[in-house]
């Protein structure tokens, strides 16, 4: 079944540590997105990128980075510069242009610890 | 510049009685609009979308929304609530001329169904 998975489910971080999301997807999307929940929140957007090799930066992309090297996956890695990471993560997927919207992954959960 | 607006944190209804959960929005040119939902711990699953045609959009699970465009609404509806529909909805536009494919996200309505 074509889909977007998201990995892991949770993580759990230490102060001062980098960890890496991982979101593969197979529906041969050209454009993939990353998103942050915060409980009461909406979806803010972090960073997207709309081809393999270029990505842009969302509303909130400070101490964040991501790779987009094969068209299937778009990891994202919260830094340690990341003052505040505990957050529900989403990565989304579509055709260019968006025309009949996203898929989603599953999210991962992000801990602090 | 796009925006969308969810006017309502909750909606409660009882079950068996209708539902409604409210979304505006704002761009230049035609909008495509999108409903999604969000259960506990899960992504986003998309429920419906206009991009043109006929006002009345039906969509996943009994949901239909009707767009408005001289209020510049699609709100989400149900004949009859179900508790089961208890979750969070989300909102969605992109600006039709847009070749970027960016959805705005309104902030969401959790929608209680009490049996």
């Known amino acids: 079944d074509g889909g977007i998975t998201q990995s892991p489910k949770y993580l759990f971080r230490k102060e001062g540590q980098n960890v890496t999301l991982s979101c593969e997807q197979n529906?041969?999307?050209?454009?993939m997105y990353w998103y942050r929940q915060d409980p009461g929140q909406g979806l803010r957007l972090i960073y997207y990128?709309?081809?393999?090799?270029?990505?842009q930066k969302g509303d909130i992309a400070e101490g964040y980075s991501v790779s987009r090297e094969k068209k299937e996956s778009f990891p994202l890695t919260v830094t340690s510069a990341q003052k505040n990471p505990t957050a529900f993560y989403l990565c989304?997927?579509?055709?260019?242009?968006?025309?009949?919207?996203?898929?989603f992954g599953s999210g991962t959960r992000l801990t602090v610890v | 510049a796009q925006s969308v607006a969810q006017p309502e944190d909750q909606v409660n209804v009882a079950e068996g009685n209708p539902l409604t959960v409210k979304c505006t929005y704002s761009?230049?040119?035609?909008?495509?609009l999108f409903w999604y939902v969000q259960y506990p711990n899960r992504g986003l699953q998309f429920l419906l979308k206009?991009?043109?045609?006929?006002?009345l959009v039906k969509g996943s699970y009994g949901f239909e929304a009707e767009f408005n465009k001289s209020q510049t609404s699609f709100h989400l509806k149900k004949p009859s609530a179900l508790v089961s529909d208890s979750a969070l909805y989300f909102c969605?536009?992109?600006?039709?001329?847009?070749?970027?494919?960016?959805?705005?996200f309104g902030q969401g309505t959790t929608l209680q169904v009490k049996p």
């Open positions: 206009y991009i043109t045609g006929d006002n």
């Open positions: 989304a997927s579509s055709t260019t242009g968006a025309v009949y919207g996203y898929t």
């Open positions: 990128s709309q081809i393999v090799n270029d990505f």
């Open positions: 529906l041969n999307h050209d454009a």
């Open positions: 761009v230049s040119g035609n909008p495509y």
């Open positions: 969605a536009v992109r600006e039709g001329s847009s070749n970027t494919g960016k959805l705005i």
